[in-house]
Structure formats: structure tokens, C-alpha cells
């Protein structure tokens, strides 16, 4: 107890009051850093929290991004349906129109029609760069169709080189065989030195033959649209001889006489309106002579002469007749062959032509496929490039046709010169 000073007891009470406040110290130490600890734990879940809620968010955007790509598929499969749709009624459209087209020429070119003024124009009188132009203009705008609604597939450059290559296959075969086969057809007409001499000889005779008709004509002209003229001039000479001199016939004989008449002056007078003071060539004199049936106005001369008894200067005037009817058939046979010479000739240069146009178009157009489909997406100049390079390589085959169809229909409607008169040739 005697210890037990007041000095000590304060001791004491200051010691408790240090231990008092170093534990408060290290109270408050430990509370921070639990404080800390819950904070940084705190944090490290709100992380964890926002990266779920992340992609929790992200899991819950994809639902409406879902919608926007199946919006975008429903959009291209209508836009294809309706390009399909539209193709279709185009296809189907074109497709009439071709056969309606088809069915009308056809029924113009038949042998029935071919005397009105369209058939008449297509198959012989009528231009043919003019039926060449409309070819090309009408497969253009069919390329340029197509193209557009994606039936020719611009778009692929492999298919587009494939095809221009094919073309380009098609044409070395193509203008070698035209060309060759025109050839052949004029080398027939060669013929060896003698052969031309009797030939040359034998159109001598011919003109002295006519010359001889004219007391007044002493030598026919070289010119053919002269030499026509001369003809033509002497048959309705001798049709006014015929007439004078058969004006107190009988009425069965003066009606057949002035039928015959009529028909040989009809037939000058339609040559002679077709050369109408030009100078025109070799085929435009061929067109208005191949409309006379020759065969049968002989055939009508020969019955007058046989049928009847008609006066002596009568009779010599249908025999003229019919001699003057005989040279217009040989003169227009004649001219087939020359005008035959002078259009495959002409043909085989314009097959040569535009085989090589159409052959350099395709390169082209080969060329700019030939890295893809060209830059700048399917614009309206790519298809015109593709549409016009198609035109261009169907311009051989567009000239072959315009040529080919007359030369066929002239062969055709002079195929048998004489007595006979075939369906293809009557007027």
C-alpha cells in the first residue's frame, strides 16, 4: 500500500490513457483500411457490375440489331423479286412483239402478199443499209433491255469476257466461210480463153440482131439503161405496127390482138418509167423487168399468130413482138448475172468490213472486263459499252441478211428464163 504513492497512481492513469489512445489510433488505422479494402472491393465489383451490365447491354442490343438485318434481307429478296418480275413481263413482252413482228413480215414475204409495197421494198427495191440500220437499232435497244433488268449479266465480268470471246470464236469461223462460199459462186463464171471469146462473139450477135430491128440504128449502145431503152422503144413501135395493120379483124382475133397489145406496151412503159431519163445501175434496170412474165406474152403471141388468121403485116408485126419479148428475157437474164457478180463481190468487201469492226469492238470490250467489273459501280455508261459492243458484232450478220434476201429473191424470180413460168417468178 505505501507503494501506492499518488506519484505512481497518475503514472498509471496517464499510461492507461496512452494505451486508451494508441488503441483508438490503431482502431482508426484498421478502420480505414477496411475502409479502404470495402472501397477497393467496391469498386472492383462496380467494374465487374459495369462490364456485366456491358455486356449484358450488348446482349440486349443484339435483339434489335436482329430485326434491322432481317428488315435488310426482306428488302434485297423484294428488290430481286421485283427485278425478276419485271424482267419477266419485259421477256414476255419482247417476246410478243418478236412474234407478232414475225408473223407480219412472214405474212408480207408470202408468195401471196409479196406484191405490196413493204414486201416489194424489203426484198428487192428497198435500201439495203436502211434494213441493215433498222437491225441494229432494234437489237441495240434489245441488248440495252436486257442489260438494264439484269437479264444479260453486265455485272459479272467473267461472263461478259466468255461471251465476247465466243463471239470472237464465232467470227473467225464466221467471215472466212462468207467470204469463201462468195467465192466459189464467181469462180464458176470464170470461164477459159476460148469460152470468153464465144461469149464475147455471141453478145455481138445478139446486138447485131437488134441493131438489124431499126433500119434507122446501126449500132446499139454499150450503156445497159441504153440498150433497154432502144428495146423497149422498138416493142412499142412494133405494137403500133401491129395495130395498123390489124384494124379490120374479126372480133375474137381483135380482142386477143389488142390484149396482146396492150400487155407488150404495158410492159415498155413500166421499164421505161422505172429509167426515166436517169442512168441507173445494173440492179435498179433488173427490178422493173423481173415484175413481166415474158414467157407468157410470148405464149400469147405465138397463139395469136397460130389461132388466127391474121394479114401479112400483121403476122410480121407479132412475130417482132414476140422476137423483141424474147430479148427483154435474155437481156434481163443477163443483167442477173452481171448484177449477181457485182453483189457478192460487194458483199464479201462489207463481210470483210465488219467482221474486222466487230472483231476489234469485241477485244475492246474484252479489255475493260478483263480486271473485273470496271470501277464505279453498274453505271449506265457499262451497259451502253456492252450493248453497243453486242450491236457491233451482230453487224456482219445483219449485212449477210440485207444482202442475202435479194440476192435469193432475184435468183429466185429468174430462175427459169424460156416458156416456162414458175410460182416463184410470176408477177
Sequence with gaps: MTDDTPDRRRDRIERRRTGSADRAADGDDAGRDSDADSGGNADSDANRGSNVAADGGGAGDA?????????????????????????????????????????????????????????????????????????????????????????????????????????????????????????????SLSESLAGITERIDNVADFREQIAALDPELHVTPTNPAAFVEVVTQLLVDAADDVEAAAADLDDPADREVAALLSRSRG???????????????????????????????????????????????????????????????VTRHYFK???????????????????????VGSVMVIMVFAGGFPPGGPATPVLLLVAVGLTVAFLPFAILFAYVVRIATVIKRTSAPGAFTPNGEQP
Excluded: C
Excluded at 449479266?153 to 470464236?169: E, L, P, R
Excluded at 448475172?337 to 472483231?359: C, D, H, K, P, V
Design 63 to 187: 435483339p434489335p440489331d436482329a430485326p434491322e438485318v432481317s428488315a435488310s434481307a426482306r428488302d434485297a429478296l423484294s428488290l430481286l423479286g421485283r427485278a425478276a418480275s419485271v424482267a419477266v413481263q419485259f421477256l414476255r413482252v419482247f417476246a410478243r412483239v418478236v412474234f407478232i413482228g414475225v408473223t407480219v413480215v412472214a405474212g408480207f414475204l408470202s408468195e401471196g402478199e409479196r406484191d405490196g409495197p413493204f414486201a416489194n421494198w424489203f426484198l428487192l427495191s428497198g435500201s439495203r443499209w436502211a434494213i441493215i440500220g433498222a437491225l441494229e437499232v432494234a437489237f441495240f435497244i434489245a441488248a440495252l433491255g436486257l442489260a438494264f433488268v439484269n437479264v444479260i449479266g453486265v455485272q459479272n465480268s467473267g461472263f461478259v469476257s466468255t461471251m465476247f470471246s465466243t463471239i470472237i470464236a464465232g467470227l473467225f469461223s464466221f467471215v472466212p466461210i462468207v467470204i469463201t462460199v462468195n467465192s466459189l459462186a464467181m469462180s
Design 267 to 329: 410492159t415498155a412503159r413500166a421499164i421505161r418509167e422505172a429509167l426515166d431519163g436517169r442512168n441507173p445501175a445494173v440492179f435498179d434496170l433488173l427490178v422493173p423487168m423481173m415484175r413481166q412474165d415474158y414467157a407468157e406474152y410470148v405464149n400469147r403471141t405465138r397463139s395469136a399468130k397460130l389461132r388466127h388468121d391474121l394479114p401479112a403485116d400483121a403476122d410480121a408485126g407479132v412475130a417482132e413482138l414476140q422476137k423483141l419479148l424474147t430479148v427483154l428475157d
Design 337 to 359: 448475172t452481171m448484177y449477181l457478180q457485182q453483189e457478192l463481190a460487194n458483199l464479201s468487201r462489207l463481210i470483210a468490213y465488219s467482221g474486222m469492226a466487230a472483231f
